[in-house]
Nanobody, 125 residues
Framework: QVQLVESGGGLVQAGGSLRLSCTVSGRTSSVYAMGWFRQGPGKEREFLSA????????WYADSVKGRFTISRDNVKNTMYLQINSLKTEDTAVYFCAAAYQSWTIVTTADGYDDWGQGTQVTVSS
């Protein structure tokens, strides 16, 4: 029902910052929540953060609290993920996803209906 496009990834040195964006098009009124996930080499997809589209309620994985900040701009139909104090272990493909049902479990990948193609983040030491 929506199309998602991530941007903002790239190569950054450890200790630096990045802001990832996820642009949403289509029936944005049907979105209940949006989430950020990442998948590193040889690893499973990992939940990072989520936000409800209308009220802006947020969730964070314990591993990223304090370094990652999720936000959204309903006018621009864009969700963001600010990542500070980047570490080499943050190297991964970062995905955004959309969930339509209010009863979904936003902290699991299975709770989402549509996904973007991902943006690569590489952190060098």
């Amino acid at each position: 029902q929506v199309q998602l496009v991530e941007s903002g990834g790239g190569l950054v040195q450890a200790g630096g910052s990045l802001r990832l964006s996820c642009t949403v098009s289509g029936r944005t009124s049907s979105v209940y929540a949006m989430g950020w996930f990442r998948q590193g080499p040889g690893k499973e997809r990992e939940f990072l953060s989520a936000i409800t589209w209308s009220r802006g309620r947020t969730w964070y994985a314990d591993s990223v609290k304090g370094r990652f900040t999720i936000s959204r701009d309903n006018v621009k139909n864009t969700m963001y993920l600010q990542i500070n104090s980047l570490k080499t272990e943050d190297t991964a493909v970062y995905f955004c996803a959309a969930a339509y049902q209010s009863w979904t479990i936003v902290t699991t990948a299975d709770g989402y209906d549509d996904w973007g193609q991902g943006t690569q983040v590489t952190v060098s030491s």
